[in-house]
């Protein structure tokens, strides 16, 4: 059980996890492609970031995911505020 940890392994699950659930999101069409994305890809970043240090990747491919993570996560963070705005000044915002 502890390899399974400490090589990755269950970095690759969760991003497997983390794809079928943006699957089924956009097949069952809850959300469009955008929020999908804009929802999941922080996340899974993250996790291919926690990947590339267990299977002793080089730490550039650590580096860029992190940073990857935090633009996405600020252009869901943008997304996510503007549609307050819209809500609180009664126009519609897109399908969410």
Known sequence: ???FFETGQA????LAVIAAEAALLLILRW???RPVFSLLLPGACLTAAI???AS?????????LLALS???????L????RLAKAAR???????R
């Open 51 to 53: 990947w590339t240090t």
């Open 56 to 64: 002793g990747k080089p730490w550039f491919w650590t580096a860029l």
């Open 89 to 95: 000044s009664g126009a519609e915002g897109p399908d």
């Open 78 to 81: 943008r997304e996510r505020v």
């Open 11 to 14: 970095a690759l699950l969760v």
């Open 70 to 76: 935090f633009v996405f996560h600020l252009a869901d």
């Open 31 to 33: 959300l469009g492609v």
């Open 1 to 3: 059980m502890a390899g």
